[in-house]
């Protein structure tokens, strides 16, 4: 397994187009062992695919247990699409492994249902699920389409954070 480099925002890697994944083979699944150590490396819940610089359709989550262990909710969603978003918008403090040091709030929906398959290939579904998982899945999808959490903020909120992150070193002069 490899720790691999996160792309930090507001980098063109982070908007590229991802490709759906049709090969399901050990490749694949040594992918998806350097994305959980990448993650737990940097003390994150969840990982796409463009935030290490592989443009393919592909996440993964692992949802703390009540003590903050990590390893017993381990998921992998391989073309993960969300089917239903339902409930209310609600807020939620999101945090960002390619927005490092940087939280806010955004609305995400309460409950998403949401297909994909399994790391042989085979469709699984979460259905109606909410809480952490459904905001977590709804943050990782959206990285899938070029998306970033911090896109959901205000433009003056967004030109604040990418100034202070040139101040610091960490983004590129657009």
Do not use: W
């Not at 391989?78 to 609600?90: Q, R, Y």
């Not at 949401?114 to 459904?134: I, M, P, R």
């Not at 999808?141 to 992150?165: A, Y």
């Amino acid at each position: 397994m490899t720790i691999r480099t996160v792309i930090v925002y507001p980098d063109e890697i982070l908007r590229k187009p991802n490709k759906t994944i049709t090969v399901f083979d050990d490749k694949l699944k040594e992918l998806a062992d350097d994305m959980f150590e990448t993650m737990y490396e940097n003390e994150g819940i969840g990982l796409a695919g463009p935030q290490i610089a592989e443009n393919k359709k592909i996440v993964v989550i692992d949802i703390p247990d009540d003590d903050g262990s990590q390893g017993n909710n381990k998921v992998v969603l391989i073309n993960p699409e969300i089917v239903s978003k339902d409930g209310e918008l609600i807020e939620s403090e999101e945090g960002c492994l390619s927005v490092p040091g940087y939280k806010d709030k955004v609305q995400r929906y309460e409950r998403v249902s949401v297909k994909y398959q399994d790391l042989d290939g085979k469709e699984q579904h979460f259905d109606n699920v909410d809480g952490l998982l459904a905001i977590c899945l709804q943050h990782e999808i959206d990285h899938l389409h070029g998306k970033v959490f911090v896109d959901m903020l205000s433009r003056l909120k967004r030109e604040r954070l990418i100034n202070k992150l040139k101040k610091h070193g960490t983004a590129s002069e657009d």
